[in-house]
């Protein structure tokens, strides 16, 4: 499936999904703007190669427009402990929200 352009900007917006689920949840230009560049990655089948500093909320930014496009992604965490956070909260926080 291919991404509707603009949603991960919906989505990760003021008036998105995730407000009502993450606590302190706001969104943030810089995680918008990555979101949106997945997205059209995504939408074109091409490559992407990334970097962001800590604290844009980078999980988000890949995560949701992965999911809500329905494609295929390898995700990879520099510890096991990122690992078991992406896996058993993350995912399962963004799925829901989609």
Known sequence: ???EPGRARLLLGADGPFRSRLPGFAPRDEQIELASAI???LARE???VAEAGTGIGKTLSYLVPVLDSGQRAIISTGTKTLQDQLFFRDLPLVKEAL
């Open 39 to 41: 997205e059209a990655t």
């Open 1 to 3: 499936m291919t991404p």
């Open 46 to 48: 091409g490559l992407l």
